[in-house]
């Protein structure tokens, strides 16, 4: 839909009865439900199938690019043999959704007899690098004391003791800490969780307050962007923002809110994968391979016996990032940490402890 | 079709001298555009994330790429039944919600035009009429190139986002 088209169609849901736009908002969240249903079932179960069809040997293959995203984060497909969703011979585990997804899809990807499945996924990733590249003590203090970043964030933004903290108040400032690094607005916010827009401002600044750091930031990567055109990440990659002198306001905006994401999101992806470099380098000689990078996750497989030790390796290399300090210089100022689930699947994983 | 003085391409129809030309400047090309890039890499100190990372993740991807993911088809099956009851679930808290009996067709773009326009074009017509008492009665905001109501995913997407929006605004609450 064209903005023109956009506007038409607000001026025309504005004029509508209350009772008309309680009647459609019930009958979109439900369609979205049903079509969700309906997507997944094409795409993991129909997709899946004709891949099974093609390859002949129990096995689905993916295609990594990594010059697929503007980011430099990793984009993955189901590779293909002839064009055409026939000709697929894998589907994409990057656009599985993560969140309030009752169906465990991922439990038909399994281990080998004998072998265990890995998945390890890095602890809030993005503000812990939000945390170190704007330097923000509160957040930094949070991370490195261990305490939950969102728990703590909201006993900051709603004035209360953490430990006094509602479910629905955490889950909020976790949001709001997502808005910031993805540049979100009230509006954004007021819209999920049904509340005025102006009371999401509030929370939005009170967020800020608690975390000054951040502000300080987002100003400093504006100027950085207005005099270079382009943003810069602490691994030296850049994305050219040359929008950022457009005459247009929501442009300028457009450009310097992906300049702010960029800094984050692509050191967070980085990060991730000089990790995974690592490891690689250190299960030589062994049985264990890595078999996939998920968003913030890497999966691998090993044999029962392996388990242990490759468990052992993988977190030593990637919470003290020997291949990025070697390689990149980089000293964080936060700890990383990782969850690390072990089972015979992707998606039955229990967590696991040393 | 590429011809070398009138017949079809291929390499034996080439003399010996243009492709030993060909590929030398091939080769000097590649060479030139290796030297380029590199300079242009190290002017935005990019070599050694080029070096240290961009070069041995396209390694390790392939790696990846070869391996492969193993699928248990069993339980592919029983997930995908499961799939099947949400489906089912999902359709039928849309049909109660929205009051559509089960001769509407989700799928159907003419059935869907119906419920959340209110448009119908009996076969042989040209325009679209009203249909009264029936759907959702929304303006129809974008068309695809026929002229019909669009119902793709994109716009229905869009659409749903902007009712939402509208119900917010209006700090509207479900009863």
Known sequence: MSNEEVNIAKSVLHNMSDDQVKAAKAFFDRFSEYKKYVKLKSTYIDGTRIALGNTGNGKIYSSYRIDGTVTGRISNSGANIERGRNGKIGVSFHTLPRENLDVNIRDYVVAPKGHDFITIDMKAMELRVLAHVANERNMIKAFSSGVDLHSYSAGLTFKKDPKDVTKLERQIAKEVSFLTVYGGTAFTLAAKRNIPEQRAEEIINSWLKAFPGVSRYMDNVQEYIEQFKYAKTIFGRRRNLPNIDSPFKGVRREAFRQGLNFTIQSAASDILLCGMLGVIEKLKGMEAKVVATVHDSIELIAPKAETRRVVELVKDELENYHYMRENFNIELKVPLGVDVEVGTSFGNGVEYHL | ?175
């Open chain 2, 1 to 175: 079709m590429l011809t070398v003085e009138g017949k079809k391409f291929d390499w034996k129809n080439i003399p010996l001298n243009f492709c030993v030309e060909g590929n030398a400047k091939d080769t000097y090309g590649t060479a030139r555009v290796y030297h380029k890039l590199l300079q242009e890499l190290e002017e935005r100190k990019l070599g050694k994330l080029y070096d240290k990372l961009i070069a041995p993740l396209t390694m390790a991807f392939r790696d990846m790429e070869y391996e492969g993911l193993l699928i248990d088809e069993d339980k592919l099956e029983e997930l995908g039944i499961q799939l099947d009851d949400r489906i089912e679930k999902a359709e039928r808290a849309l049909r109660d919600a929205a009051d559509l009996d089960d001769e509407i067709n989700l799928n159907s773009t003419k059935d869907l035009i119906r419920i959340i326009f209110s448009l119908e074009k009996k076969d042989k017509e040209k325009e679209y009429t009203v249909v009264e008492d029936f759907g959702l009665g929304l303006y129809p905001f974008h068309f695809t190139k026929k002229g019909a109501p669009s119902t793709n995913e994109e716009t229905l997407v869009k659409v749903g986002q902007l009712v939402g929006d509208e119900y917010t605004s209006r700090g509207l609450k479900d009863e």
